[in-house]
T-cell receptor, first 114, second 114 residues
Framework: ETGVTQSPTHLIKTRGQQVTLRCSSQ?????VSWYQQALGQGPQFIFQ???????GRGNFPPRFSGLQFPNYSSELNVNALELDDSALYLC?????????????FGSGTRLTVV | GDSVTQMEGPVTLSEEAFLTINCTYT??????LFWYVQYPGEGLQLLLK?????DKGSNKGFEATYRKETTSFHLEKGSVQVSDSAVYFC?????????????FGTGTRLQVTL
């Protein structure tokens, strides 16, 4: 079975620009979550998608938005990039709620905002 | 809100030494608990999990027991190897609204030397 794949692996953007990150969930997983991991920190929950609907959100502003597609893949969009958005963005998938099953993470997209 | 506190690193050990990484948590509900490992330049890999009090998670020689009375989930390994060098994250999973999200500690870097 394939795991979670993310693209691109690295990205450099200028402050004020917009960016789209992509994630393909593990086969059989219908729930996708996105996390932001700043350097030297633990990942922070951005939001979660289940059956193409956002069903939970962390403490991130509305310029962070997302989509989930019928094949359960997902996108994270960030508008009006700020320098503090520089981080590793991780996608995680799970078969339904992750409480009992855990989450499978991708290798992440390293975003640098200059 | 939910939180996870881990012992600060880095932890430096000689090969074959005993490892303990402390983790305590605060949660309003009955969370599941996880340890994830992150190797340099990679995403997170699930190391072990426990879903209810007194459960013991184990994998690759690592163990952790869900202690509800002390709200702890300490990671242990009897004999570490150089290949165990990585950053270890303790995390809990609980529901926020209809979503299950992971709350992470700040991570503990382990370095094992010959």
């Amino acid at each position: 079975e394939t795991g979670v794949t993310q693209s691109p692996t690295h990205l450099i953007k200028t402050r004020g620009q917009q960016v789209t990150l992509r994630c393909s969930s593990q086969s059989g997983h219908n729930t996708v979550s996105w996390y932001q991991q700043a350097l030297g920190q633990g990942p922070q929950f951005i939001f979660q998608y289940y059956r193409e609907e956002e069903n939970g959100r962390g403490n991130f502003p509305p310029r962070f938005s997302g989509l989930q597609f019928p094949n359960y893949s997902s996108e994270l969009n960030v508008n009006a990039l700020e320098l503090d958005d520089s981080a590793l963005y991780l996608c995680a998938s799970s078969p339904g709620g992750g409480n009992n099953y855990g989450y499978t993470f991708g290798s992440g997209t390293r975003l640098t905002v200059v | 809100g939910d939180s996870v506190t881990q012992m600060e690193g880095p932890v430096t050990l000689s090969e074959e030494a005993f490892l303990t990484i402390n983790c305590t948590y605060t949660a309003t509900g009955y969370p599941s608990l996880f340890w994830y490992v992150q190797y340099p330049g990679e995403g997170l890999q699930l190391l072990l999990k426990a879903t209810k009090a007194d459960d013991k998670g184990s994998n690759k020689g690592f163990e952790a027991t869900y202690r509800k009375e002390t709200t702890s989930f300490h990671l242990e390994k009897g004999s570490v190897q150089v290949s165990d060098s990585a950053v270890y994250f303790c995390a809990l999973s609980d529901r926020t609204g209809t979503a299950s999200k992971l709350t992470f500690g700040t991570g503990t870097r382990l370095q094992v030397t010959l």
